[in-house]
């Protein structure tokens, strides 16, 4: 009797356990997360648009995790916060603005890797006109608390890269 209770109870435990996803099924829940992730990440980037073209670094900085970090061309890696916010901040005195644009978002529960394209204007004080550029960018994010931060942030322009010095004679 007690190994019939035993082998009962496995059981029970068995069909109550969580049946493991077909390829299909895995297939399925991406999408549907992807599409609802890329909603809420359009969202995101149009907020992120604006805080950065009204040089509001502590809001652009709020929208990576404490540790995130952007990473564009010409520039130092801004690890954290308050890198990020500074890096924003610093362009006082220049006008700078910019348009993203996610190409696609891919979302598996947690996490979502989210691949686009950007326009990006500059003017110097004193400067003729704006200095434009336009590239891609790969933002890897996290869910974090209910909400969608960037953990790394690359931007990418096609402009050539700059030749090394020619060695000294």
């Keep these: ?7 009962g109870s496995l059981l029970a435990l068995a069909a109550c356990a969580p049946k493991a996803e077909t390829p299909d099924q895995i297939q399925v829940r991406i999408n549907a997360e992807s599409i609802e992730a890329k909603r809420v990440i359009d ?15 502590d809001q652009v900085a ?19 916060r308050a890198a990020i916010a500074a890096a924003v ?19 598996n529960g ?11 204007s500059i003017t110097p004080p004193g400067a003729p006109g704006p200095v434009s550029e336009s590239g891609a960018y790969l933002i ?3 869910k974090v608390d209910g909400a969608w931060k960037r953990v790394a942030d690359v931007a990418s322009s096609p402009a ?10």
């Design 89 to 107: 901040n610093g362009l006082v005195g220049v006008k700078a603005t910019i348009k993203t644009t996610a190409v696609s978002v891919v979302a």
């Design 140 to 142: 890897h994010w996290h």
């Design 62 to 80: 709020a929208q990576y995790t404490e540790d995130g970090e952007l990473a564009v061309g010409g520039a130092p890696v801004a690890r954290g």
């Design 110 to 120: 947690p996490l979502a890797v989210e691949r686009g394209d950007y326009t990006m």
């Design 1 to 7: 009797m007690r190994h019939s209770f035993l082998a």
């Design 160 to 169: 050539p890269i700059p030749a090394p010095p020619a060695p000294a004679q």
């Design 43 to 57: 969202s995101l980037n149009a907020d992120f648009d604006g805080h950065f073209n009204a040089g509001h670094g």
